[in-house]
């Protein structure tokens, strides 16, 4: 079976040396070790402070070189290359690159200069990148994956209070509100989880949360530990989530920091667009939210979510939110349309 590695994650040596395929020949150059297979090359380079990473969207290997290297690379026919960078906790996965300069000197290849297909954020070289290890949780323990998240999305952001959680109230939304313990910011300001929910609903649900706006309702049945959920003014009736509580609680988590954050954007893209956006992310494995597009879903990396909704055939409605400016550099070179974009920490 092929190994597959996503895009900035962060993995073993020998792991991204096997992404070469079996039978690769393992070699080290100056500070850089690689694996030459049929075709392909996998390069990791040196540390983070070196020279390899001088910009944000191409690495530079110094010489000397191993022959096969430089044979491969100088050839009509040039492998795919790999590349990583050797962190302190492993390889961060800088994804396909293009050896776009070969630099000799006195007749001997100096240096090689590889391009990236999709330019990396230089913070992301300075430190290992948020854990995606709740993403792994989200099917068989969302509530787990939701603590981890917003443990790890919300950091720096003080706790003000443990929220005591109510008596009678389901096991996913008592581990909300421990989580959010009274932050503002993970309760949400487009879509809203209230810190206490009520009763007295016509149907004898109970009212958890809003939208921003307060025209659209949340509503959870009164029994059951992990109840479905409902929406009230969506439609002329009660409209059902695809999801129950557990996992409707992290998917609209997810969502609203993709929608509240306070770097990031809203665009209306196209197909094409779309999957440009979110090629290397991963897609959260739940059933699309009926808010707020009829089909909305969520797409995460290392300190990002893309909230994608798709009400029309041929347009999505698209939120995006990062922890850290540099993460935006890749989508501000997407030429796309915003309706809204911020990134006042980014320097112009």
Do not use: N
């Amino acid at each position: 079976m092929a190994v597959e590695i996503e895009l900035w994650a962060m993995v073993g040596e020998p792991e991204a040396l096997a992404l070469a395929g079996p039978g690769a020949t393992l070699l080290t150059g100056a500070g850089a070790a690689y694996a030459v297979g049929s075709d392909t090359l996998v390069v990791i380079g040196g540390g983070v402070s070196g020279e390899a990473h001088a910009a944000a969207e191409e690495m530079i290997l110094p010489g000397p070189f191993p022959e096969l290297i430089e044979e491969r690379l100088a050839g009509m026919l040039r492998p795919v290359v790999h590349a990583f960078a050797r962190m302190p906790d492993g390889c961060l996965a800088l994804g396909a690159a293009q050896a776009t300069e070969l630099s000799y000197r006195r007749g001997a290849l100096h240096d090689i200069r590889l391009r990236f297909e999709a330019p990396v954020p230089s913070d992301l070289l300075g430190r290992v990148p948020p854990g995606m290890d709740w993403l792994d949780l989200a099917v068989d323990d969302p509530v787990g994956a939701m603590e981890r998240f917003i443990a790890s999305w919300y950091a720096e952001i003080p706790e003000r209070r443990e929220t005591p959680a109510a008596a009678g109230l389901p096991t996913a939304l008592r581990a909300f509100h421990r989580a959010a313990a009274g932050r503002p910011e993970v309760y949400g300001l487009t879509s809203r989880i209230y810190p206490e929910p009520f009763a007295g609903h016509p149907e004898e649900l109970i009212t958890f949360g809003q939208d921003g706006d307060g025209v659209v309702t949340v509503l959870m049945e009164p029994d059951g530990d992990d109840p479905r959920v409902y929406y009230d003014g969506l439609s002329d009736r009660l409209l059902p989530e695809r999801e129950r509580l557990s996992r409707y609680l992290l998917h609209a988590t997810l969502a609203r920091a993709a929608m509240d954050s306070p770097l990031g954007g809203m665009a209306f893209v196209d197909r094409p667009q779309a999957r440009r956006v979110i090629a290397p992310l991963r897609r959260v494995p739940l059933q699309p939210m009926r808010w707020p597009s009829l089909f909305s879903r969520c797409y995460a990396g290392p300190g990002t979510v893309v909230l994608i909704g798709e009400d029309d055939a041929d347009w999505f409605e698209m939120y995006v939110g990062v922890r850290r400016p540099g993460l935006l550099r890749r989508l501000r070179k997407l030429g796309l349309d915003w309706e809204s974009f911020t990134d006042s920490a980014e320097p112009e």
